[in-house]
């Protein structure tokens, strides 16, 4: 069946880099896609979304890129503070067998050293 | 501005042990949904509901029912609890079948021993 997947379990970065954190997906039909951030003991927040018609969209520090060639979806963080330690999932959302369907990524846990 | 509110955030129950986990929402969404969130795992959907007064199964429904009596709210049972529905459930709502604009709770966390 379809799933969404992520490359890198934990992903550790220093205060001020820039982070990376990829997704890869295999419903070719997906057309929306969307990164969200998991404080712990919260429910996932909303960060940013792209659609299929789209290979890039620019939030605030954050950027998303879709490479629909390879299934591929990153999410780049400008600048990571100590506030972006989290886990950050992906999901896509397209048109499944029943009907359109949004299937969650497991997450990269994201730690930023000060 | 309150978005999707679950009650309890978290609780303990017995082996066999019944309850409700409560959900709600002021966004006017038709779309509701009841995740589960295991370690290592992506979130996964018990049931959802489309409208007032329809529910449909997910991906892992075995063991719990849904209602949808009111459009703004959820209701997620557990008929009797087993071990292995020790979790943290998630609802979430949308405005779309397509996904837009899911917005989440803060979550239930649930132990049953």
């Known amino acids: 069946g379809e799933s969404v997947g992520l490359h890198l379990p934990t992903l550790s970065v220093q205060e001020g880099d820039n982070s990376i954190i990829n997704c890869a997906y295999s419903n070719s039909a997906s057309d929306y896609f969307i990164w969200y951030k998991q404080e712990s003991g919260k429910g996932p927040q909303f960060i940013i979304d792209?659609?299929?018609?789209?290979d890039k969209r620019q939030g605030q520090r954050v950027t998303v890129l879709l490479n629909k060639t390879v299934k591929h979806l990153s999410l780049q963080i400008a600048a990571t503070q100590p506030g972006d330690s989290a886990v950050y999932f992906c999901?896509?959302?397209?048109?499944?067998?029943?009907?359109?369907?949004?299937?969650f990524g497991a997450g990269t846990r994201l730690f930023v050293k000060a | 501005n309150a978005g999707v509110t679950q009650t309890p955030k978290f609780r303990v129950l017995k082996t066999g042990q019944s309850m409700t986990l409560l959900c709600a929402q002021d966004m006017n969404h038709e779309y509701m949904y009841w995740y589960r969130q295991d370690p290592g795992m992506g979130l996964r959907l018990i049931h959802y509901s489309v409208g007032e007064g329809t529910t449909a199964k997910g991906e892992v429904p075995d063991g719990y029912n849904v209602s949808r009596l009111k459009k703004q709210n959820f209701l997620l049972g557990l008929e009797s609890a087993a071990p292995s529905q020790t979790s943290v459930y998630f609802c979430a709502s949308s405005y779309s079948e397509q996904g837009y604009g899911y917005t989440f709770g803060s979550g239930t966390r649930l132990t049953v021993v």
């Open positions: 792209i659609r299929s018609n789209m």
């Open positions: 999901a896509e959302n397209g048109l499944n067998t029943g009907g359109f369907k949004t299937i």
